[in-house]
């Protein structure tokens, strides 16, 4: 039972990482001027930086969720206590640093992607899968 409680604790402690990754896709028809990417277009060597599908508002929401989901995590904390490894009394700075770093390691896969020529949005395993929970972490 004690394995169990620490794989959901570390399941719920992500929450905030799963949400900012998720972000950027569920958002991506709404407000079109912050579509900018986030590397202005720049090259390096002849190829783009990030790429076209790094975008600001990708940044912004991914913040915004992950600060939305470690504030959701303090409100609720005397439910969930038993799998809280934090007690969420720093839910801003928690939800901030856990968004922007998963969207940090995204970015940085993005960056080596592009390096290596891997077509945007081809898969690149395992690093699809575990680029925002290195950079959240």
């Known amino acids: ?13 992500m929450l905030p990482a799963y949400f900012a990754n998720m972000a950027p896709v569920i958002v991506k028809g709404i407000l079109k001027p ?3 990417p986030l590397d ?35 409100y609720f904390y005397t439910s969930f206590r038993a799998i809280s490894f934090i007690d969420y009394s720093s839910w801003l700075l928690f939800g901030f640093l856990m968004g922007f770093g998963a969207i940090f390691g995204d970015l940085v896969k993005s960056f080596i992607k ?13 690093w699809d899968q575990l680029d925002f929970i290195f950079g959240a972490l």
């Open 40 to 74: 202005f277009n720049k090259q390096l060597n002849g190829k783009p930086l990030f790429g076209k599908n790094k975008t600001f508002r990708g940044l912004i929401f991914a913040v915004i969720f992950g600060i939305a989901i470690a504030f959701l995590q303090h």
């Open 34 to 36: 912050l579509a900018f």
């Open 114 to 126: 592009r390096r290596l020529d891997v077509t945007p949005g081809k898969m690149f395993f395992p």
């Open 1 to 13: 039972m004690e394995a169990a409680l620490f794989i959901l604790g570390c399941f719920y402690f």
